[in-house]
Nanobody
Framework: VQLQASGGGLVQAGGSLRLSCAAS???????????MGWYRQAPGKERELVAT???????NYADSMWGRFTISRDNAKNMVYLQSSMLKPEDTAVYYC????????????????????WGKGTQVTVSS
């Protein structure tokens, strides 16, 4: 399973960014991803939740992320997005895409797992 994130970069405080992440497999097809989301890790800190979303649309945000971050998904494309606004310097971090619980089909064989998969991360830097 590969998770490819994009959209990070340098932005001034008060600005906005939209992160995108696509899930794919090297063989077969992804039929369903139970939960996709975003986590972030700032220098010297532990990785923390930003937001997750199930394929049925249920969202979970970290308390501190409400109002400035919006998660969305395109289930048909196995993609998850994170729209951020009013960014602050303390939002500077590497943002990681996560996928949990994949249903895949390869050569007619259906496979369901409860694994967590992570992308390599995309850097977001907010300047003051």
């Amino acid at each position: 399973v590969q998770l490819q994130a994009s959209g990070g970069g340098l932005v001034q405080a008060g600005g906005s960014l939209r992160l995108s992440c696509a899930a794919s497999v090297s063989s077969g097809n992804i039929l369903r991803v139970d939960r996709m989301g975003w986590y972030r890790q700032a220098p010297g800190k532990e990785r923390e939740l930003v937001a997750t979303m199930t394929d049925s649309g249920t969202t979970n945000y970290a308390d501190s992320m409400w109002g400035r971050f919006t998660i969305s998904r395109d289930n048909a494309k196995n993609m998850v997005y994170l729209q951020s606004s009013m960014l602050k310097p303390e939002d500077t971090a590497v943002y990681y895409c996560n996928a949990h619980g994949l249903t895949t089909q390869t050569m007619g064989i259906l496979q369901v797992d409860g694994e967590d998969y992570w992308g390599k991360g995309t850097q977001v830097t907010v300047s003051s």
